[in-house]
């Protein structure tokens, strides 16, 4: 629901616009009331007069849809609310005059009286009464208990003001649910024929059908077609003529193919209007506990269906105009296709629509001047954003399209980007000029980023079978002339479901399956990183051949075929060393030149030279060119991107797994001999010197499908390269001309030493044990090296790779999902400083279950407030005497205190945070625990425990593992093993302890190895 930010003498005033009170009066009563008009004070005091005001109210609303459909900008929000605002109040009023009857005029209320039981200024201090709006979150249905709490305020400030009055003396005052009830079926009947002639009204109330269907699949309306017809009715008028160009722009774009190359022959892409389809959403109100960044958060809200409906209701809504909406989705779920759309079918008429791709405007501008030279853009024409203004009066939707990529091109100045957004848009309204905000990102950086309370945020959800199957329609009816082609059955898509539930990867799927000489889709082995490898295969090859002018036989082929992937390679490299989805001409060619000096010259086109970087990435599929002016502007004006960033990603992480695989081979060769070897790493050290590869979304995920893909001896010998090229990096320094990033001693050494620990764990699912990573003399020690990557990499890139894996024991482990926690506590753990551990998990525990402060959290029983300082006092009070690496005798006893208080205290529920902390101890301490006492605390924790996520199920996990006794007594520890995401990890843990127990050791490795599999 909205709150309406018009009082209601404001609404009426607004509603009343420049007409005559008196005519208004005189029409709405006959002529009766101009007999006493003259002695009418006020506005409100029509109401003294047998209450012939709300007459002139219901004339009023019916006198509102034709100026609302008239006006435009800020007025036109305005109306909107007024309209509502009064619809209610004249609800309330007539609905007391049906109980009072004659006797309501007696009561001669002034005008501030009436204007205070509208506000409901009898109701406890600091609460004021406003009717809330119906809006794309709630629709009219949803809407209807905030209105009828607005109108029971009502009635409590009437009955105050009339309990003193002499006229009110033996009038009986109906009950609060009488009159409500009555009012609310007037507003009911009132909202419905308003929404005959006010499409805002209609359009809410359409809302409902939604959400009373959520969990049946509707039919996805056409490219949103809806939503233009929908928008175009809300106003009458011609579009603005400073605008129609951007209009032309924008919608020029439905009919351009969905991929855009012409490097693909034989294939035809559908347009933007044949092949998108309309994506399933999630949807939330941003509160306190919003953890927007987090999937498994994600998995627990609902799914929407009607992704039209919710964009035409939030488009017309008064509350638009105040905070930005965010859509979220992950790399290729058709985020900035959906802009494309959206830009396309939102009416001139009604709005100004302009599209700003964030990659390609500068970060550091004001979010007005980022408009500006959107449109620039867009029309080849400059105008300011006042002039822009003056000659639009629509309202203007700004799509801010790709924030993720100014966080990593800017890092932690983008952090409240969203926050600038909403007052750029606050600022704006007070100046006359309403504007809505949609901003998209990738959900990865929303963790990083301030979103304020309020804040709508909508994320876009995979494509279930339906969905693949209208995409299929419209992929085989595009190519059904073209010589050979195979019609694609959407069974053959969904059977690899992950890859075809997002847009980008279902259209490489079908590029893949066009190709006669590739297998089936039904290969069950077809994962993400080899479709991939297969697609850059084949382009690759048919490039090269292209442009080959003679037969230059099958070896020189493949050497130009490996030159192209090596350059593309290089291209791949340039945008993710500079944090960047694009890179420009010049700082490509001398990246180029950096790493590959020996490459042969360019050629020359009508006497201008080829760039290098030009001929590195000309024609090619995945790479698209942005320039400014024609192909005789200078160089540096000329840019580079890849159609997707995952594309760059997969190139980072094969070029990365490729060198080290040769170094690995060369450092096997090198160990038969009988002296030391030493391995040429100058081009991985280079490439890998300046970012962690966990600064992109799906590099490290790709990295490790491929070594995973790798036989064992080879994954073993890549862990032993990596650990051993660990060991020696800080030995040394090399000195390059490829300078992506500005030379930095600390920083090359961290983000080497950072990348080196990564591919030693992708090559392992045991982990890396800290001891032959870092335990030769000449080995730098963890916590060196912890401090190292804490000073020489970038605050925001250290969250995520501190995220991407702990130190579980004696080794480091790989995380299967990011960490949720602050990137301190993961460098404590990684130090294996138990103690600051301890501490820095209890505060954010206790602010995970406080928000700061515990009283603010009703929420919160006694119960798990008792329990979580229970906890956090076992935490920071274990081994308080330095130097103890068991447990004191008062450390046990406060074990016992705690399971006597939890068996006095059956059956009520801890809180997820305070059992997470608790595991945590419980894992440290199990060894050296009385086994009784242990059993207690289990018996009395573990009914409550798996609710929680992997921070509680990993350690319960690894004490079951280490105590296999534990689990007879409580089977539901055998869900923690199973659930913990590390199978080959546990299995070895299992293997070592198997003497406790052999019998439940067997049944624990066999169902370990069944869940790998």
């Keep these: 629901m909205a709150r309406t930010r018009l009082s209601y003498p404001e609404a009426v005033r607004l509603l009343i616009g420049g007409e005559d009170p008196l005519t208004l009066l005189g029409r709405a009563t006959g002529g009766a009331m101009l007999l006493v008009a003259p ?85 406890p201090l600091g609460v004021r009464n406003t009717v809330p709006m119906p809006d794309a979150m709630t629709g009219f249905e949803g809407n209807l208990p905030a209105v009828k709490q607005a109108l029971s305020a009502m009635h409590t400030a009437f009955r105050g003001f009339t309990m003193g009055l002499d006229a009110a003396q033996g009038m009986t005052i109906p009950a609060t ?78 009919s351009r193919p969905l991929w855009r190359s012409d490097a693909l022959k034989g294939l035809v892409f559908p347009t933007v209007e044949d092949g998108f389809v309309s994506p399933r959403f ?32 939030h488009l017309v809504a008064p509350a638009s105009t105040q905070n930005p909406l965010v859509i979220l989705g992950h790399p290729g779920a058709g985020k900035s296709l959906l802009t494309e759309v959206l830009a396309a079918r939102v009416p001139t008429e009604s709005f100004t629509t302009i599209r700003v791709p964030l990659r390609r405007v500068d970060p550091e501008l004001p979010i007005h001047e980022q408009v500006v030279a959107a449109v620039e853009l867009a029309t080849k024409e400059r105008i300011s954003w006042g002039d822009l203004c003056r000659a639009s009066d629509t309202t203007k939707v700004v799509l801010l399209d790709g924030f993720d990529e100014l966080v990593q091109a800017t890092g932690v100045t983008q952090s409240h980007y969203i926050e600038q957004a909403a007052t750029f848009q606050r600022e704006e309204w007070e100046l006359g000029r309403p504007v809505v905000v949609i901003i998209t990102s990738r959900t990865l950086v929303m963790d ?30 595009a190519n059904r002339d073209q010589p050979g082609f195979r019609p694609l059955p959407a069974a053959e898509f969904w059977r690899h479901e992950d890859l075809a539930g997002q847009p980008l990867l279902l259209l490489m799927l079908a ?112 790479v698209h060119v942005a320039q400014a002016g024609d192909e005789t502007r200078a160089r ?64 490290l995920p790709f990295v490790v499908g491929m070594i995973a893909a790798k036989e064992e001896n080879v994954r073993a010998a890549l862990r032993e390269v990596s650990v051993e090229l660990f060991r020696s990096a800080r030995r040394r320094i090399q000195h390059d001309p490829y300078l992506p990033t500005p030379f930095d001693v600390v920083s090359r050494t961290a983000a080497y030493t950072a990348n080196l620990v990564l591919l030693a764990m992708a090559s392992s699912d045991t982990g890396v044990p800290v001891d032959e990573l870092c335990g030769p003399p000449d080995a730098p020690n963890l916590q060196s090296s912890v401090r190292l990557w804490r000073t020489g990499l970038d605050a925001e890139v250290q969250k995520s790779f501190f995220a991407s894996f702990t130190r579980v024991g004696e080794r480091l482990l790989r995380r299967s999902r990011r960490s949720p926690s602050p990137s301190e506590i993961d460098e404590a753990l990684l130090t294996g400083d138990a103690f600051l551990t301890a501490v820095l998990r209890a505060g954010w525990a206790t602010f995970n279950l406080t928000g700061g402060d515990v009283l603010s959290r ?27 690496t068991g447990l004191a005798p008062r450390d046990e006893r406060r074990y016992r205190r705690l399971a006597d208080w939890l068996e006095g205290a059956a059956g009520r529920s801890p809180h997820e945070s305070s059992l997470s902390l608790l595991a945590l101890c419980l894992t440290q301490d199990a060894s050296r625990l009385d086994p009784g006492t242990l059993d207690r605390i289990l018996g009395a924790t573990l009914p409550h425990s798996f609710t929680a996520a992997q921070e509680f199920t990993l350690p319960m996990a690894l004490l079951a593992a280490n105590n296999l006794w534990l689990i007879r007594r409580h089977p539901r520890l055998r869900f923690a093993v199973m659930e913990a995401g590390v199978p080959d990890f546990l299995l070895d843990i299992v293997a070592a302890h198997r003497d406790q127990d052999p019998d439940m050791a067997f049944s624990l490795a066999n169902e370990l190895s069944a869940e790998w599999v």
Aim: charged share 30%; proline share 3%.
């Design 636 to 699: 540096s004006r000329r840019s580079y991107e890849f159609l997707h960033a995952t594309f760059a990603e997969y190139l980072v992480a094969e070029h990365a797994v490729e060198l080290l695989t040769v170094l690995a081979e060369d450092w096997q060769r090198a160990r038969r001999r009988s002296y030391r070897p030493n391995l040429d790493e100058r081009v991985l050290r280079t490439l890998l010197s300046h970012q962690p590869l966990t600064n992109g979304e799906q590099v």
């Design 282 to 313: 999630r949807l939330v109100v941003c509160g306190k506990d919003s953890n927007l960044g987090d999937e498994s958060w994600w998995r627990g809200q609902a799914i929407g269906y009607d992704l039209e409906k919710f964009l035409t209701g």
């Design 39 to 123: 002695f009418a004070e006020g506005l409100l005091s029509w109401f003294d007069y047998k209450g012939e005001a709300n007459n002139v109210l219901r004339e009023l609303v019916g006198r509102a849809p034709a100026r609302i459909r008239s006006s435009r900008g800020r007025r036109h929000y305005e109306l909107i609310e007024a309209a509502h605002t009064v619809l209610a109040v004249s609800s309330f009023f007539d609905a007391l005059q049906q109980y009072i009857g004659d006797r309501f005029e007696d009561l001669r209320l002034t005008d501030e009286e009436r204007e205070r039981i509208a506000r409901g200024e009898t109701l």
């Design 858 to 884: 009703p929420e919160i029983t006694h119960f798990q407030r008792d329990f979580h300082r229970r906890v956090v006092d076992l935490t920071l009070g274990l081994r308080s005497t330095g130097g103890l």
């Design 177 to 254: 649910d009488a009159v409500v009830g009555v009012a609310l079926r007037l507003y009911r009947e009132r909202y419905v024929r308003l929404a005959v002639d006010v499409p805002e009204f209609g359009i809410w109330s359409q809302l409902d059908e939604h959400a009373a269907t959520r969990a049946a699949v509707h039919r996805q309306t056409e490219t949103l077609t809806g939503l233009e017809r929908r928008l175009t009715a809300i106003m009458d008028g011609a579009a603005p003529a400073a605008v129609r160009g951007l209009r032309q722009h924008y919608a020029a774009g439905l």
């Design 511 to 622: 590029v893949y399956a066009a190709d006669a000489g590739h297998g089936s889709l039904a290969a069950d082995d077809l994962s993400t990183d080899r479709l991939y490898r297969l697609l850059l295969d084949s382009f690759i090859r048919r490039q090269v051949r292209e442009k080959a002018k003679t037969d230059l036989g099958k070896a020189r082929f493949a050497e130009r075929e490996a030159d192209s992937r090596r350059d593309l390679a290089a291209v791949a490299f340039a945008m993710f060393n500079r944090r960047r989805q694009w890179v420009g001409e010049e700082d490509l060619g001398r990246d180029l030149e950096a790493l590959h000096p020996e490459a042969e010259q360019p050629d020359s086109v009508l006497g201008e030279p080829v760039s290098r970087a030009r001929r590195t990435v000309a024609a090619f599929f995945f």
């Design 448 to 477: 990083r980023t301030v979103v304020r309370e309020g804040t709508v945020v909508l994320k876009l959800e995979p494509f279930n079978e339906p969905q693949v199957e209208r995409w299929t329609r419209a992929w085989n009816a």
